[in-house]
């Protein structure tokens, strides 16, 4: 039972380059989410799905965007990839109370 | 708005040595509580929670018990291990058009032999 996957776990990106971050579950949960964790800045989020075929904003959403291509996948891309957007990047689901994690993806912008 | 608050750290303790993170929730409402921990490079894992008013949620020998007079949500536990150096967070559920969770900013735990 594999629960909350991410990929990749690491990737270094030059500024102004693009690229996907994958999320997959399988755990049939309705809800999934992106968060960014940093230094001093705790879990902010980004995006969220409530359920297939439906996404919203989160706290922090400038320079990203989010598909959810199914009830299992949710991805998130940067498209102009941004020195500010170093981080550590958490997929989650839920489904009532309490979020599985997957184990992150850490990107750095150089 | 809906906020949660924890000790700063990071808290440093000897081997068996009793701990105490305090917790404390801002919320119109009534949430649900949670504990999480991080272990080193990995992602949050959900440690304990309590969905109303006096529950107590107990998980590997931490407790925490829900109290809606002191919005608190203190985590303890009677004898740390090494083991349990991590990050512990704090957070609070509202049940919106999705679940929606605020988190604590973490509180650093090193427990030293």
């Known amino acids: 039972n594999a629960g909350v996957t991410q990929t990749p776990k690491f990737q270094v990106l030059k500024t102004g380059q693009s690229m996907t971050l994958q999320c997959a579950q399988d755990m049939n949960h309705n809800s999934m989410y992106w968060y960014r964790q940093d230094p001093g800045m705790g879990l902010r989020l980004i995006y969220y799905s409530a359920s297939e075929g439906t996404t919203d904003k989160g706290e922090v959403p400038n320079g990203y965007n989010v598909s959810r291509l199914n009830k299992r996948e949710f991805s998130l891309r940067l498209e102009s990839a941004a020195p500010s957007q170093t981080s550590v990047y958490f997929c989650?689901?839920?489904?009532?109370?309490?979020?599985?994690f997957g184990s992150g993806t850490r990107l750095t912008v150089v | 708005g809906d906020s949660v608050t924890q000790m700063e750290g990071p808290v440093t303790l000897s081997e068996e040595a009793f701990l105490t993170i305090n917790c404390t929730y801002t919320a119109t409402g009534y949430p649900s509580l949670f504990w999480y921990v991080q272990y080193p490079g990995e992602g949050l894992q959900l440690l304990l929670k309590?969905?109303?008013?006096?529950d107590k949620g107990s998980n590997k020998g931490f407790e925490a018990t829900y109290r809606k007079e002191t919005t608190s949500f203190h985590l303890e536990k009677g004898s740390v291990q090494v083991s349990d150096s991590a990050v512990y967070f704090c957070a609070l559920s509202m049940k919106t058009s999705y679940d929606k969770v605020i988190f604590g900013p973490g509180t650093s735990l090193s427990v030293i032999p």
């Open positions: 989650a689901t839920s489904q009532g109370y309490g979020y599985t």
């Open positions: 309590a969905t109303k008013a006096d």
